[in-house]
């Protein structure tokens, strides 16, 4: 059995966008844009987080630096 990745990260994508939209405005009618990305951004993670475990050799992978 896969998983089919592609779908969970679109899942993980918009709900995290959703919260975070929600959760910029909890304390203020007008955050700022960089309030609202960088709470968007945070939501978005925990979302992966919660549906993907990473191991070391992924990061590498995944952050690596063009050369």
Partial sequence: ???RTRI????CIENGLRYGYSRAH???DQPSQETI???MDRAIWNEIDERFTFDDDDFENIFRLSP
């Fill in 26 to 28: 909890k304390h203020t």
């Fill in 37 to 39: 990305t960088q709470a």
């Fill in 8 to 11: 969970i990260l679109s899942e």
């Fill in 1 to 3: 059995m896969r998983a």
